[in-house]
């Protein structure tokens, strides 16, 4: 069994490089995705993510499937979205959620617009459905250095954060950090949902940001559980998920996405905090 | 413009609103440094949109506050706090800590005088507990512990009896004696007149326009209370465009205007005495109540 898990991993290096990145992406992605899940974004960030896809498809235009071309393209295209969306949410009565719904669906409609202008189905099917069997040098130094700078970042902003998450109106009474805290962690889910994008593509860049956060949920009841419950989650599902798309030659991302998802389901089975086998058979209450 | 002690608020006036209609109208004068002032008025009358505008969360419509610069504590009314946020009460009172500590100073040291700052809101062993398990009344003691802990010269509360049962309110309302007995200055929206009576030597009573500022006894009189309460809280739609003209353009024109027409719209900034205002002019801005007195541009 354990042989069969790391078999795959031993006999190719195409299997060692996609466990590397996904590593690489389980320690950066899920920490955000908890600060996500904590501040009620969850469906914003998949909402980002798809702001994604002109950017890389424009990229595509320019230079094919180029990763250097493609990851600047996401990058630009997903950091003006998540501003022109705060920005219209600041100047107009609309809220974050709706301003960037709007954003999103001219920037998905955008993206395969552009992809099919000159790509072939099998393009597309890259870009949305990622290829993490097919990374190379620069896309690994790319999902380490994305992973390095998120966790540098979230050690550096993660006071202010947590307070901008429980009590902003606080936040803004003391200090202006406020705003630039709030864009900066929008930067780093843009950085994060590029790399989930090399590794998962567009649809499912989310996948091993939010799941494994909404995982943990489970397992931890603060912060600092939270956090390293979700990294180990999302490695889980990253290992589970190549080996079974490996032998049962199944679309990796897809794979790693539903190993992350049946994780969640069994957490919210048998997980201690709030899962539901917890709350059929409670223990007798205390006496105060 | 004379440059206000530390810790007082100068209201120049101050017109704050939303959408453009007023909910606190041409406001002038002073909170002396060192004030326990209870704003009082009913429902609608601006307290709360008062004090939003002194901490800055709403922009002045016309007029400006001017403060010193000194730290402000501000405890609002309806608070945005996600108590479903997995923080301990421990955390929640220490981010009063933040003007000392900053983004990256450790807690370390400090916990000690965070337990010690719970204790003295009757939160002792509460620490480690989650934010989201305190009742409300422990919960509005755990944000005054967090006020206690900002040690700031002026202190802003909006309501912060509201729901808490009298025993917390006691002790809550000796944690501001205290404060007063510091020196800080202190500005509270309040609906318990026997409370304002018998804790707050000054009070601003507030319908949109100021009705009396002064020692609390001398204005809260059944004549100011009854002329606030006969003020409408409705907005107007049909509202006219405002035509007093006012302190922010930049030269002090409001004290001339108010000489050429014969009648002042500043409350006198020393409010030692106090002031009286009829409210009835400004009260009903109907397009059939045409303001006679009407130049200058339209806002």
Redesign the interface.
Known sequence: MIDQLFAPFLEFGFMRRALVGCLALSLSAPPVGVFLM?RRMSLMSEAMSHAILPGAAAGFLVAGLSLPAMTLGGLAAGLAVALLAGLVTRSTVLKEDASLAAFYLISLAAGVLLVSLRGSQIDLLHILFGTVLALDDAALLLLGGIATVTLFALA?????L??E???????????R?GGPVHFAFLALVVMNLVGGFQALGTLLAVGLMLLPAITARFWA???SG?IPASMLVSTLASLIGLSLSYHADLPTGPAIVLAAGALYLVSMLVGPRGGLVYRLVRPRHLEA | MTALRPGAIGLRGLTLGYERHPAVHHLDGTIPAGDLLALVGPNGAGKSTLLKGI???IPALDGRVERSGEA???L?QA????RS????VL??AS?GL??RLG??RSLIGRRSEVVAALRSVGLDGFEDR?IGTLSGGQFQRALFA?LIL?DARVILLDEPFTGIDARTTADLVSLIRDWHAEGRTIVAALHDLAQVRAHFPSTLLLAREPVAWGPTRTVLTPANLARATRISEAWDENAAICARDHAGHGHDHAQEHGQEHGHSHALADAHDHATTRDPHHHADHGPAHAHTHRHGDAA
């Open positions: 904590l550096a902003l993660y006071r202010p947590v307070m998450c429980v009590d902003p109106l606080f936040l803004r009474t003391v200090s950090a009841r603060d912060l939270l | 901490v800055g969360e402000l504590a501000y609002p608070d945005e706090i996600d946020f997995p923080l301990s955390d929640l981010m933040w003007r983004a990256w989650p967090r900002q």
